[in-house]
């Protein structure tokens, strides 16, 4: 397992990252099977765990602590806030006042005394940026946090912040967490750039595409038990791009079997070949598919391939416009159109 440095911040992390989405209800309630993955990362070189407080609503976070009682120190811990985790308006967003209540939350269920990186899981347009900034460099201040990170944030949207953080003497985000795959390429564009000119720490999300690039959905159908088939309408299996993914993914299997890499270290290996990224989160349900994408640790592409790679899915593109992730207010809201 090879290791890059996390941005300017002097942490070293494996260019995998064990993420945590599938701890808890979401994926796998069983303790046993989530402290068994732990242990197949940390035993294969993994040294970098993600996880979120909205992760079924904070389980995600009490099953990892409890998987790493007595090894936390030899694991880069990283959670976030911002999305709703209850009914209370103020429980969401990257004010200073949820922001102060919901580490202390974190550390709780994680068991520890700090965050190694804290993200903000997404923008909060109602939120002054400085206000976020200042809040996330109290507890920097104060040894709850180590640094702090975005996740999905647009470049222009990265760009305030570090001049704002730059302006204000402010902590500044030192790491993003976006989405990318060979299916969601817009990132291309303007924000692995950016964190590239502003020293950024990459660790990419869905680096599968919900499970798209394992190639489980190659003939059309969804897996019993799969993520498409539990939940068909946000992995596109009811949707207009659901024949635009399969015609791709029929040529990448077709690549992948020439270059002779399994479809799913084909498509962890393409987006570690970028030179921003850092590391890769890896989403596993079972200790049996992480051992599958923990067996690709090694595999790396020639330019021939990612030559292919480009002709089927062309550079900046995303197949699907909605696995971005974010949009901003002009976009979702008429009103800030029309009005």
Known sequence: MDHRPLGRTGISVSTFCLGTMMFGAW???????CTAMV???????????DTADVYDFGVSEEMLGTALKGRRDSVVLATKFNNPVDDD????????RWIIQAVEHSLRRLGTDRIDVYFAHRPDPHTDIDETLGALSDLV??????????????AELIVEAQWTAERRGRERFSVEQPPY????????????????????????????NGGWLTGKYLHGDAPEGSRAARQPDHFDFESEWRARKLDALGQLAKLADEVEVPLPHLAHAFVLAHPAVTSAILGPR?????????AGADVRLSAEALDRIDAIVPPGVDINPADRQYDPPAIVDPARRRR
Request: charged fraction near 20%; avoid cysteine.
């Open 141 to 154: 201040h104060q040894g709850k946090v180590l640094a702090i990170g975005s996740s999905t944030f647009p």
């Open 39 to 49: 242990d197949l990362a940390l035993d294969a070189g993994v040294n970098f765990i």
């Open 27 to 33: 994926g796998d309630t069983d303790q046993a099977d």
């Open 286 to 294: 079972t200790p049996d598919q992480l051992r599958d994408v923990l």
């Open 181 to 208: 795959s060979i299916f969601v390429r817009g990132v291309e564009r303007a924000v692995l750039p950016t964190a590239q000119r502003h020293d950024l720490g990459v660790m990419v999300w869905a680096p599968l």
């Open 89 to 96: 308006v103020n429980h969401r967003g990257n004010s200073r």
